[in-house]
Structures are given as structure tokens and as C-alpha cells.
């Protein structure tokens, strides 16, 4: 018998390999549509805006457009002293065309963001360049402000020279590439974004760390407590999600101000004076103290998810095996609750390195996080190439923190409910 007589045949006469074949490529194109709504959401709510993100924070062409003469001169330039007659006359050149055009205000702007004190030269030149005649520019641009003389403005300029750069990304951390190529740090009285970072870590860290110590307790006692109680006290877990975050910030900062409750507690009980009442707001402690009451949650559900599935009989066990109450909690109940405490703490962590509004309301100078940088580049100074790369420096940051996790404990370990 031959091989075209042993196929299964379906009813329509069509083999039934090729068969299942069709039905296998119409049912994934059937669960392709059916995510294809989810998809195109994922693409337009989180890949366009990262991805535009990474275009603006490398995107240098604006500078470049505005002064094309200029930079094609200043590719002899050395960068050492002084440019030339050349460089100082298509500067000009270009300069005037933007006044005629007036569109000079955004050069003053981008030029500012990389060195401080170019918008008032740029705007005493435009008022001064009517009155210059021709030739000679060199001698008349550095007669209208002495910075023009100054060689670290003309280098200020030529780094804005490539349409693309990474320049954004060196400064967030408080560097820049000299004239000679090389990658230097800023002046000491302006290295103010490691200090920015290194403060954001650190308050994440121990405000997770609080959620920690104060929500394994509560987590254990919801546990183990009756259903009616623990349905109880599960409210008042829930009731800050019900509470605007805004209000719930405001009324830590009327609790923690000299003259709030916390402190008239304080002197009520003689712990301190009333002269010599502790500042709280404005400062780290009140950033500590809101972000922590406002997280806690977040720390609290994924422990309580995990221990309501440990059985209580094996403390039990363990004590009647003759290990004490500790021994027994830390050798049997604590290694069980790992994939919630985990979660709760990647969790916990990577929302308070992101966090910006309490910090702004209740953290003062010496509160202020890296969201709150990112936020004013946005909204006041408009340096939007440079609020990208700080996000988008942030955002590996917190990628890097998932993948360590990831190595050192998997998230496959990670228990959310």
C-alpha cells in the first residue's frame, strides 16, 4: 500500500495533518487579536514615551541648527585659547539672523543650560550688535561683556557642536568632556546630582527598611488572628489607599511642624522642652516619617499573603522538637515568609526611589530626591534633554536593582498574593 493511501483524510476529503495545521494558525491568530489590543496599549503608553525619552536626552540638534556657520568654523578651533576672527564672525552672522528671526531666546536658553551667565551676554550682545560695524567682530563681541574674552564660554559652546551627544548624561552625574576629549568632573561647589543620587538610594533604603521592621508584626498579627479580627484590622490597613495622597501629606505636615501635635506630645510627656522643640519638617526625618506611612502597605499585603498559608502547626513542631520560640521562628516560620518579605521590599523600594511629591512638601533642601530634579528641569527650567536622561538614568538604575534581585534571589521566589 502506498504512502498517499495511508493519510487521514477529514471529511472534506482534505489531509488531516493539513488540517490541524490551518486550525493551529487560525486559533494563534485569534489569540494574536485578542492581545493585539493590550499590545498596541504597551507600545504607545511605555515604548513611544521611552523611546522618545532616549531620542530627546541624546537629541543636540537644536544648538547645532541655530549656529551652523559657527560650528563649521569652530572645527579648527583647538579649544586651547581664544578662536580666531573667523569663529567670532559667523558666530555673529549667525547670532543676527536669529534676532531678525527671534527665535535668539531659545539659543540664551539651551546655551545657559551648559554654562551659567550665557542668557545675559547673549541678550547685552543683542542690544550692542546694532551699533557694530564692519569687520573686526572679535574686538567688538568681547567689548560688549568680558565673558566673551573668557575661553571657557567659547568651550561651552563647541560642546554643543555634535547633533548627538551624551552631554546630558555626564553632567547628571556631575561631569563633562573637556576640550581635550577627556571626561572630567565639574567644579566642586557645583556637583550637586551625585549628591542628589547617593541621597535617593539612601532614603529608599531605609524607608524600606522601616516598612519592614514596622509590617512583619502587622502582617503576623492579621495571620494569625480570627477572620473577624483580622478583616478589622485589614480596613485599617487599606484605609490610607482610600485617603489622597495629597491630603495624607498635608496632614503629616501640620502633625510634624514645631507647633504640631507630635511635638505638644513631646513636651506633654517631658521628653523635650518647649524652647527646644526637635524640627521635623522640612528635613529628612519628615520625609522618612510620611513616605514610610504612606508605603507601609505596599510592604504589608505581600507579607500577609504569605504568612496566611503557613500552617501554625509547624511552630509547633518546631517548639516540640525542642527548639525555643525563636529557634523555632527563625529557623522554621522566617525562611517561609522570604518570597513575601521579597516582594514587599522590591516593591516598597522601587516605588520610594521614584517618589517625588512628599519629598517636595515635607523634605526641603535637604529631602529633595532625584524625582524632584527631574521634575523641576520639566516644569521650570524646561531642559527637557536633560530631565530625559536623568529619567531614563533612573529608570536603568531601577532595572539594574530588579536584576541583581533577580540573580540573588529570583524573582520566581517573589509572592505577591
Given at each position: 500500500m502506498s504512502s498517499e493511501t495511508k493519510k487521514i483524510l477529514t471529511t472534506d476529503g482534505i489531509p488531516l495533518e493539513e488540517s490541524l495545521k490551518k486550525a493551529e494558525k487560525k486559533n494563534k491568530l485569534k489569540a494574536f487579536l485578542l492581545v493585539c489590543p493590550l499590545l498596541l496599549f504597551l507600545i504607545i503608553t511605555y515604548v513611544f514615551p521611552i523611546g522618545d525619552m532616549l531620542f530627546r536626552s541624546i537629541d543636540d540638534r537644536m544648538v547645532t541648527d541655530m549656529l551652523p556657520k559657527t560650528y563649521k568654523a569652530m572645527e579648527k578651533w583647538d579649544g586651547k585659547d581664544l578662536p580666531d576672527e573667523e569663529v567670532f564672525k559667523a558666530f555673529y552672522l549667525d547670532y543676527k539672523k536669529l534676532v531678525e528671526e527671534k527665535t535668539f531666546g531659545k539659543l540664551a536658553t539651551q546655551l545657559n543650560y551648559e554654562k551659567n551667565g550665557f542668557k545675559s551676554i547673549l541678550k547685552k550682545l543683542k542690544r550692542k550688535m546694532k551699533k557694530f560695524e564692519e569687520g573686526n567682530y572679535k574686538e567688538q563681541i568681547m567689548g560688549v561683556h568680558k565673558r566673551w574674552a573668557n575661553v571657557e564660554y567659547w568651550r561651552a559652546l563647541k560642546r554643543r557642536a555634535p547633533a548627538y551627544s551624551y552631554s546630558k548624561y555626564l553632567k547628571g552625574v556631575d561631569m563633562y568632556e573637556n576640550e581635550d576629549g577627556k571626561i572630567v568632573q565639574v567644579p566642586?561647589?557645583?556637583?550637586?546630582?551625585?549628591?542628589?543620587?547617593?541621597?535617593?538610594?539612601?532614603?529608599?533604603?531605609?524607608?524600606?527598611?522601616?516598612?519592614?521592621?514596622?509590617?512583619?508584626?502587622?502582617?503576623?498579627?492579621?495571620?494569625?488572628?480570627?477572620?473577624?479580627?483580622?478583616?478589622?484590622?485589614?480596613?485599617?490597613?487599606?484605609?490610607?489607599?482610600?485617603?489622597?495622597?495629597?491630603?495624607?501629606?498635608?496632614?503629616?505636615?501640620?502633625?510634624?511642624?514645631?507647633?504640631?501635635?507630635?511635638?505638644?506630645?513631646?513636651?506633654?510627656?517631658?521628653?523635650?522642652?518647649?524652647?527646644?522643640?526637635?524640627?521635623?519638617?522640612?528635613?529628612?526625618?519628615?520625609?522618612?516619617?510620611?513616605?514610610?506611612?504612606?508605603?507601609?502597605?505596599?510592604?504589608?499585603?505581600?507579607?500577609?499573603?504569605?504568612?496566611?498559608?503557613?500552617?501554625?502547626?509547624?511552630?509547633?513542631?518546631?517548639?516540640?522538637?525542642?527548639?525555643?520560640?525563636?529557634?523555632?521562628?527563625?529557623?522554621?516560620?522566617?525562611?517561609?515568609?522570604?518570597?513575601?518579605?521579597?516582594?514587599?521590599?522590591?516593591?516598597?523600594?522601587?516605588?520610594?526611589?521614584?517618589?517625588?511629591?512628599?519629598?517636595?512638601?515635607?523634605?526641603?533642601?535637604?529631602?529633595?530626591?532625584?524625582?524632584?530634579?527631574?521634575?523641576?528641569?520639566?516644569?521650570?527650567?524646561?531642559?527637557?534633554?536633560?530631565?530625559?536622561?536623568?529619567?531614563?538614568?533612573?529608570?536603568?538604575?531601577?532595572?539594574?536593582?530588579?536584576?541583581?534581585?533577580?540573580?540573588?534571589?529570583?524573582?520566581d521566589n517573589i509572592k505577591l498574593g
Open positions: 566642586e561647589d557645583r556637583r550637586v546630582h551625585k549628591i542628589l543620587w547617593v541621597r535617593t538610594v539612601e532614603v529608599a533604603f531605609f524607608v524600606t527598611v522601616l516598612c519592614f521592621l514596622m509590617a512583619y508584626p502587622i502582617a503576623h498579627l492579621l495571620a494569625t488572628l480570627p477572620m473577624k479580627y483580622s478583616n478589622l484590622l485589614m480596613i485599617c490597613v487599606l484605609l490610607p489607599f482610600w485617603t489622597s495622597l495629597l491630603v495624607r501629606t498635608a496632614s503629616w505636615m501640620i502633625l510634624l511642624q514645631q507647633q504640631g501635635i507630635v511635638n505638644d506630645f513631646f513636651v506633654w510627656i517631658g521628653l523635650v522642652s518647649d524652647e527646644n522643640r526637635p524640627e521635623m519638617m522640612y528635613n529628612k526625618t519628615g520625609t522618612y516619617v510620611a513616605m514610610t506611612q504612606i508605603l507601609l502597605p505596599f510592604m504589608v499585603l505581600p507579607l500577609y499573603s504569605v504568612m496566611k498559608t503557613i500552617s501554625p502547626s509547624l511552630m509547633r513542631a518546631g517548639k516540640s522538637l525542642g527548639g525555643t520560640p525563636f529557634v523555632a521562628f527563625w529557623k522554621v516560620y522566617f525562611p517561609l515568609t522570604i518570597p513575601g518579605i521579597g516582594a514587599g521590599c522590591l516593591l516598597v523600594f522601587i516605588l520610594a526611589i521614584g517618589y517625588y511629591i512628599t519629598p517636595a512638601l515635607v523634605g526641603g533642601a535637604s529631602g529633595t530626591l532625584i524625582s524632584n530634579q527631574i521634575a523641576f528641569h520639566m516644569k521650570s527650567t524646561l531642559d527637557w534633554s536633560f530631565a530625559s536622561a536623568m529619567g531614563l538614568m533612573l529608570l536603568t538604575g531601577v532595572l539594574a536593582i530588579y536584576w541583581v534581585y533577580n540573580k540573588l534571589v529570583g524573582v
